[in-house]
Each structure stands twice: as C-alpha cells, then as structure tokens.
Nanobody, 115 residues
C-alpha cells in the first residue's frame, strides 16, 4: 500500500499564497503519477492538478495561472504552490497517487481563504 501525508494547509486571506506538500511512503516504487484534488463542503471531489514523474502537468481550468504543481521524484513528494487564492478555493485538499492502476489518497489538509 501507499501512504500519503499532506501538509501546508491553513487560513489565508484572498490574494494570499500557500504551498502544500505531499510525501509518499510504503510501496512507492510503482507510483507513476501524483496530484491534488479538493472537496468543498457538500461538493464532489474535483481535480486540481496532476503530474507525472516526467513532469507533465495537468490543471483544472479554475486554477490555471494561479497554481503550480511540481514534484521531487527522489523524495516521492509532490507540491502545490497556490497563489492569488480566492474564497472559492476553500476546500479540503487531498493528495493522490496512482500506483499499479489504483488510486491512493491522503487524509486531506484544510485550506481556508477568507474574503
């Protein structure tokens, strides 16, 4: 199994920035992609950004130009730099990892953006 641990969430004002980190452990050798999803209260979990080991990134339209995903393959860690945060970004952010066709999820970290 793969274990994922998110960190970096918190409370910021609109226009501020946060950097999320996700470290993977366990059966990490077969991980070929990692990323970030988020879930607001009463809403479905949605894609924020994903990245492969090779660095190919994919972003939700709502965060393009504001968020940047990056990864450190040696550390098996993925980051999400969030700039120009909006109240609409408020959600629990979940790290995910794709390993052998199976998605693993972290416990989530709360991001709250005040107006």
């Amino acid at each position: 199994q793969v274990q994922l641990m998110e960190s970096g969430g918190g409370l910021v004002q609109a226009g501020g920035s946060l950097r999320l980190s996700c470290a993977a452990s366990g059966s990490i050798f077969s991980i070929n992609g990692m990323g970030w999803y988020r879930q607001a209260p009463g809403k479905q979990r949605e894609l924020v950004a994903t990245i492969t080991r090779g660095g190919s990134a994919n972003y939700a339209d709502s965060v393009k130009g504001r968020f940047t995903i990056s990864r450190d393959n040696a550390k098996i860690t993925v980051y999400l730099q969030m700039n120009s945060l909006k109240p609409e970004d408020t959600a629990v952010y979940y790290c995910n990892a794709l390993s052998r066709g199976y998605n693993y999820w972290g416990q989530g970290t709360q991001v709250t953006v005040s107006s």
